[in-house]
Nanobody, 121 residues
């Protein structure tokens, strides 16, 4: 089994900062990529940022220049530093890990339970 656990959400004023963390654990051979997605109410979950094991990153246009994704491969942890937060960043943020289990070459998606980020004055 694989567990993905996020932390670090909360309430922040516009212009403020938050740092999200996500740790993957369990039966893991490797994690080719990890990332953050967000969802507002019943809207479709959208990509925020992803990072490969080699450190290649990808960002949604709406967060470029404000958010930074990083990871530590040894503890299988990914971070999302969010600066200059806006009310439209309010959402539930989900961590995703593409995990290759032992004895396999095919990655599978694992999701965390989500953490609420609210940007409001």
């Amino acid at each position: 089994q694989v567990q993905v656990v996020e932390s670090g959400g909360g309430l922040v004023q516009p212009g403020g900062s938050l740092r999200l963390s996500c740790a993957a654990s369990g039966s893991i051979e490797s994690i080719p990529a990890m990332g953050w997605y967000r969802q507002v109410s019943r809207k479709e979950r959208e990509l925020v940022a992803t990072i490969t094991r080699e450190g290649k990153t990808k960002y949604a246009d709406s967060v470029k220049g404000r958010f930074t994704i990083s990871r530590d491969n040894a503890p299988k942890t990914v971070y999302l530093q969010m600066n200059s937060l806006k009310p439209e960043d309010t959402a539930v943020y989900y961590c995703n890990a593409k995990v290759v289990p032992p004895g396999s070459f095919i990655p599978a998606d694992y999701w965390g339970q989500g953490t609420q980020v609210t940007v409001s004055s």
